[in-house]
Nanobody
């Protein structure tokens, strides 16, 4: 049974930092692309950052230069370091694991989400 458990969310002032963690179990973690999504009230879920199994990263334009995604395959954990936080970063942040199989088909798993609130 695959589980993704996020942690590290909370309340932070504008300009502050947070580090989110997502611990995975029940899957071959190293073979998955790991993503962080977020969803603000009344808005669609959006992709924030991604890291492939080979370590390539990609970011949404709105967070580029402020957020950094990384992974530790030995710990089955993906991180999202968030710096220079803005009120518009307020959202529930979700961890996602995605894998596409060479012969077709894919797997998608989601965590339960962690709330990040940026406010003075």
């Amino acid at each position: 049974q695959v589980q993704l458990v996020e942690s590290g969310g909370g309340l932070v002032q504008p300009g502050g930092s947070l580090r989110l963690s997502c611990a995975a179990s029940g899957m071959i973690f190293s073979r998955y692309t790991m993503n962080w999504y977020r969803q603000a009230p009344g808005k669609q879920r959006e992709l924030v950052a991604a890291i492939t199994s080979s370590g390539m990263t990609n970011y949404a334009y709105s967070v580029k230069g402020r957020f950094a995604i990384s992974r530790d395959n030995a710990k089955n954990t993906v991180y999202l370091q968030m710096n220079s936080l803005k009120p518009e970063d307020t959202a529930v942040y979700y961890c996602n694991a995605h894998r596409v199989y060479a012969l077709g088909g894919n797997n998608d798993y989601w965590g339960q989400g962690t709330q990040v609130t940026v406010s003075s």
